[in-house]
Structures are given as C-alpha cells and as structure tokens.
C-alpha cells in the first residue's frame, strides 16, 4: 500500500488498558511501515464527550467547529488519507466519547457540504480507507444478533461522508472476558502490523 | 403507572423540546411523572478510568448517577426524546446508558456471557426520535439508534417489555403540515401510555 497519511481515534479511558495498548501498536506499525500518523488520544487530550449548545447553534452557520482541541482534530482530517477508530465496543455501539468526535469534528465544512436544498454532498473524497478495531463482551452471535451498532455507525454512516470508493476494514476481538494473555497478544500483533498492510 | 421521561437536545428552542413537552402535556393525570433533562442537568457523559474500576470491583455508584438509578428502579414506562445524528442517540445520551447502566443492579452477566436484564419494573420503552435524513438513508445507515432501544436496551427490562419506535425523517425539509402531523400522532402515543 502506498503511504498514507492516518488519524488513529483512540477512545478508551484508561490507558493501561488493553485497547490503549492496541491503540499504541496499531500506531507503531503503521510508522514502522511508513505511514505518517497524526493520533486523536480522546482521554488525553480529555475531548468532551458530548456536543454543546455552543457548538449546536454553531453547526447550520460560518464557523461550526469553536474548540481549539476541535479544530487541530480537524485540520488533520483535511490531511488524512485514512482513518482507523480503535475503541471498547460498549452496548453494541461507540462509547459516548467516540460519537462525540463524529458529532463535534465531522461537521460541515469538514466532512462534507450542505448545498442551497440541503443536500449533502461530501468533502473527505481523499479518504480512501476506514478501519475498526474494536473489543466485544460479547460473542460474536450474539453481536451478530444484536446488529453490531458501532461497525454501522462506522463502516456504513460514516463511509456514506466519505464516498463510494472508501474502503472498509475491520478488526474484532470477541468475548473479551474469556480470553488469555496469548489470544490477546495474537490479536494485537495481528492488528499492529495488518492495518492498511 | 410511573413514567420517566428522558430528553436529550442542546437548547430548549428545539422541536425535540416541543415534542417533550407535548408528551408531559399529553400524559393521563393519574400517572407519575419523572423527567431527566441530560442536557439541562449537565449530565456528564463521559465514562471515566474510575467509573469502569468501580463497575469492576463492585465499588458504590458514582454520586452523579443515584438520581438516575433510582429513577429507573422507579419507572414503568420510559419516554425517551432525541434527535438521530449520525444514525443514533446523542453521544450525550449514549453516555448516560454508558454510565447508569451499572452491572449488579441494572443487569447480570451469566457464565455464558449473556446479559440478564435485572429492571423487571419496566414494561414499556418508547422512543421518540428526529432524523435529518430520510428513512431511506437511515435504513441504508442500518438504523443503530432503532436496533440500539429495541435489541440491546430492552433486554434490560421486565421479559414482557417492548421498545415502540416513533420515528420522523427528513426534519430539516419537512413542511409544516407535517411536524404537525407528527406531533400529534407523539400525542397520540403519549395519551395511550
């Protein structure tokens, strides 16, 4: 694969967890591979976990995105060629910290445009690549049953933004709780160095 | 009957708000009432490094979050009334099912890993929602918020329990005529609780 250029969305609040650990090898290997990496740390950079008033009655007029932690996010996804979301999947869905940096950071003017009728066309055609990593509680027939909200969320809602040419790849580790030390570093080595490989 | 009301929107201006207020307006007097303002109560919806410590130790419930314990231990019927951005709830409400819904007391997790729902006081969910888009692109989209309440949050409650979906598409193109028409079938869900 050609370089790229990667926002890594981490979103779990402890960093000595095992999806922090998965979040720093998956930025690794993508350096380690040649990739430029730009990462999004939700807890570090403590992002507000959820859009303001502010930021709502902003979000129809010139200037939607007002927080400086908002606008660097930004920025970089004018830059990115891809994205990868490495997050704990909780109630089949995106932890409210990671639906917050959709809400707040792909907003218009940034992930795409309302024309004069309100249609929306979109403005991340240079992304060609999306990518989930995700931990389960559950098994995966029982995510499967549930319908597994977050991978929607991502690989269709978000991907619909960013066109028709996106790729969408996918990383997940079920039944978290009833793993090993070893299935979860074979899982992390899988991941660090198969992302966008 | 005892209802909890939920509302999740940003200001008070907002045609969610309206529809919460319809629904309070349109209640049978004999029920009690519950309403928690996410928003207006500043609801903080981020799950902390404590807050997941304590659900694993077993450690007491953050304070933040008594009120709305006790108010879903309380509650029969639960409103919930949000707009739909990018195919589900707000983050700010994700973040309240994120951080309320505490193992031990809201749920089991049996030896298989399934989730038991423990609220068997609740027997009925329905959520009222606003989207941009339409209804085809929100099934495009897959629906999350939808299959969210009606799969994976209704198995939190009483086994009888079902999740009503009370849906309206398109708003930022919708006619006047329609938001009316809209209104009143919310109306008419409300009255019928």
């Known amino acids: 694969m050609n370089r790229q250029n990667v926002v890594v969305v981490a979103a779990h609040p402890n960093p000595t967890s095992y999806n922090a650990a998965v979040a720093r090898a998956v930025v690794d290997g993508l350096r380690q591979r040649g990739h430029e990496v730009r990462l999004h740390d939700l807890t570090a950079d403590d992002f507000a976990a959820y859009m303001s008033r502010e930021e709502r009655h902003a979000y129809h007029g010139e200037m939607p995105v007002i927080d400086p932690v908002v606008r660097r996010y930004a920025d970089d996804i004018d830059w990115a060629t891809a994205l990868v979301f490495v997050y704990p999947t909780w109630w089949m869905n995106l932890p409210a910290v990671l639906k917050a940096w959709l809400e707040r950071v792909m907003v218009p003017g940034v992930a795409f445009t309302f024309d004069a009728k309100g249609k929306v066309t979109s403005n991340l055609t240079k992304v060609g690549h999306i990518v989930g990593v995700t931990t389960y509680g559950a098994k995966r027939g029982t995510v499967f049953f549930a319908s597994d909200g977050g991978r929607r969320t991502l690989m269709r809602a978000l991907r619909l933004s960013c066109g028709m040419r996106t790729r969408t790849h996918w990383f997940a580790l079920y039944d978290m709780d009833h793993t090993n030390d070893e299935r979860r570093k074979q899982f992390l080595d899988h991941v660090s160095k198969r992302v966008l490989e | ?193």
Request: glycine fraction near 6%.
């Open chain 2, 1 to 193: 009957m005892n209802v909890l009301v939920v509302y999740a929107h940003p200001y008070d201006a907002s045609f969610n708000a309206h529809l919460r207020d319809r629904v309070l307006a349109s209640l049978n007097p004999a029920h009690e009432v519950r309403v928690l303002d996410l928003y207006g109560q500043d609801f903080n919806p981020r799950l902390s490094q404590t807050d997941l410590a304590a659900m694993l130790d077993g450690s007491a419930t953050p304070s933040d979050i008594v009120a709305s314990l006790e108010a879903l231990q309380w509650a029969n019927t639960i409103v919930f009334v949000y707009p739909t951005w990018w195919s589900g709830p707000p983050a700010m409400l994700k973040g309240w099912l994120d951080r309320v819904m505490w193992p031990g007391i809201v749920y089991d997790v049996e030896s298989s890993g399934r989730v038991r729902g423990k609220l068997h006081n609740v027997t009925s969910v329905i959520v009222i929602s606003t989207h941009g888009s339409s209804k085809l692109v929100n099934v495009l989209e897959g629906e999350t918020g939808r299959l969210l309440f009606r799969r994976v949050i209704n198995a939190l409650f009483a086994k009888r329990c079902r999740t009503k979906w009370v849906a309206f598409y398109t708003i930022d193109r919708a006619s006047a005529e329609k938001r009316a028409a809209f209104v009143k079938r919310v109306e008419q869900v409300a009255q019928r609780i």
